[in-house]
């Protein structure tokens, strides 16, 4: 069964940086990061457009960079933290038409 693992949460302060990563347990396409804050819609922040181009929310533009060193590893680094980035955050992967997520790890920052 396929699975997949973020890690690299924690709490930092405001003006802080996290990088995340995303490992697959499979071969997939691994599709970008999205975030869910209690209350508060799914957000996608990266992710991959037909052509493989990475697109951003506008929310995380300029400080937020999605990247991939390996077929099964995606990361995402964060720069200039803000408290309302607060959340869970989960990476997406596809095979054969099948979407899949990740348990989230948790991003905490104060002010």
């Known amino acids: 069964q396929v699975y997949l693992v973020e890690s690299g949460g924690g709490s930092v302060q405001a003006g802080g940086s996290l990088r995340l990563s995303c490992v697959a347990s499979?071969?997939?396409?691994?599709l970008g990061w999205y975030r869910h804050a209690p209350g508060k819609e799914r957000e996608a922040l990266a992710t991959?457009?037909?052509?493989?181009?990475i697109r951003y929310a506008e929310s995380v533009k300029g400080r937020f960079t999605a990247s991939q060193d390996k077929a099964n590893t995606l990361y995402l680094q964060m720069n200039s933290l803000k408290p309302e980035d607060t959340a869970r955050y989960c990476c997406?992967?596809?095979?054969?038409?099948?979407?899949?997520w990740g348990p989230g790890t948790q991003v905490t920052v104060s002010s």
């Open positions: 997406s992967a596809s095979r054969g038409g099948v979407y899949f």
């Open positions: 499979a071969s997939i396409f691994l």
């Open positions: 991959r457009d037909s052509s493989g181009q």
